[in-house]
C-alpha cells in the first residue's frame, strides 16, 4: 500500500512538474536545471564519499549511483512515449504528437547513457564490457528501435502522417519494455536482480535516492525543453504560407 501511494504521488509531482515547466517562463527551467546540478554534485559526494563500497565489486560498485538512475529515466520516458502514443491514436492532438516525440528523444539519451555506463561497470565484474545478457540486449534493441522511430519522424514530411505512423511504431516498440524489466527474472541472467532497500546498506540507498532526484530533475528539464521545440516546429509546419495568411487579413 505503502509503495502504490508513492507511485501515485511521484506520478502526480512529474506530471505537475512538467506541465508546470512547459507551461511557466524560460526562468523556471533554467531554475530546475541548477537545481539538477546542485544535487548532481552533492549526489556525486554521497555516492563517491558518504557510500560504503560494496563487500563484493568495492569501489567499482559506485558506478550504480548513475548507471541505475539513468535507466529508471529512460525507463519512464519510453513509457511516457507509449501512453501518448495510445492517446493520440484515440484523439489526436499535436501536444500529445510533440511530448511522444520529445520522451522517445529523451529515453534514448538516459538509455545510452545507462547502457554505456553498464558496459564500464561490466568490465571488471564479467570480464567484458559486453556479453549478450537478456537484459543488456533487450535494451540495446529498445534503443536500436527508439533511434529508428526518431529517423522516421524525420523521414515523413506530412505532419499529420508522421503522427500516426509514429504512434503505430511507439506502440510496437514498447512491447520492449516489459521485457527489459522482467528479463532478470524470466531467464538465467549475468545482470543482477532488482535489489531491495532492506537488503542494502542505508547508506547507499540514500546516495541512489539522491541520485535519482538528480537525474530526476534533469529528465523534466530535457523534456520540457525538447516538447517545446517540437511543438514549435509542428506550429511552423501547420501555419499558413504567408501569401495565404496575408489574403486571409
Same mark, same amino acid.
Given at each position: 500500500m505503502t509503495h502504490a501511494l508513492f507511485t501515485v504521488v511521484g506520478v502526480a509531482v512529474v506530471g505537475g512538474g512538467l506541465y508546470a515547466l512547459v507551461r511557466g517562463p524560460a526562468s523556471w527551467r533554467a531554475g530546475v536545471a541548477v537545481l539538477a546540478l546542485v544535487l548532481l554534485v552533492s549526489g556525486a559526494w554521497y555516492g563517491l564519499v558518504q557510500a560504503p563500497p560494496d563487500r563484493e565489486m568495492g569501489n567499482v560498485q559506485r558506478i550504480m549511483y548513475v548507471h541505475v538512475p539513468a535507466q529508471w529515466m529512460a525507463l519512464m520516458a519510453v513509457t511516457l512515449n507509449f501512453l501518448c502514443s495510445v492517446a493520440y491514436l484515440f484523439r489526436p *492532438? #499535436? !501536444?500529445k504528437d510533440a511530448l511522444a516525440e520529445a520522451s522517445a528523444e529523451v529515453g534514448l539519451f538516459f538509455g545510452a547513457v545507462g547502457l554505456v555506463l553498464g558496459s564500464i561497470w561490466g568490465k571488471p565484474t564479467?570480464?567484458?564490457? #559486453? %556479453? #549478450?545478457d537478456p537484459r543488456l540486449t533487450s535494451e540495446a534493441i529498445l534503443l536500436v528501435a527508439y533511434a529508428g522511430y526518431l529517423a522516421l519522424r524525420?523521414?515523413? &514530411? &506530412?505532419?499529420e502522417r508522421r503522427a500516426v505512423w509514429s504512434a503505430v511504431v511507439g506502440i510496437i516498440i514498447a512491447v520492449d519494455i516489459p521485457i527489459i524489466w522482467f528479463s532478470v527474472r524470466w531467464w538465467r541472467s549475468l545482470h543482477q536482480m532488482q *535489489? %531491495? !532497500? %532492506?537488503t542494502v546498506d542505508p547508506d547507499m540507498v540514500r546516495a541512489l535516492r539522491w541520485n535519482a532526484f538528480a537525474f530526476l530533475a534533469l529528465w523534466l528539464v530535457f523534456l520540457s525543453t525538447r516538447y517545446l521545440i517540437a511543438r514549435a516546429r509542428t506550429e511552423r509546419e501547420m501555419a499558413p504560407p504567408p501569401m495565404v495568411a496575408e489574403a486571409a487579413t
Open positions: *492532438s #499535436w !501536444p564479467w570480464g567484458v564490457y #559486453w %556479453s #549478450w524525420r523521414f515523413i &514530411d &506530412d505532419a *535489489s %531491495s !532497500p %532492506s
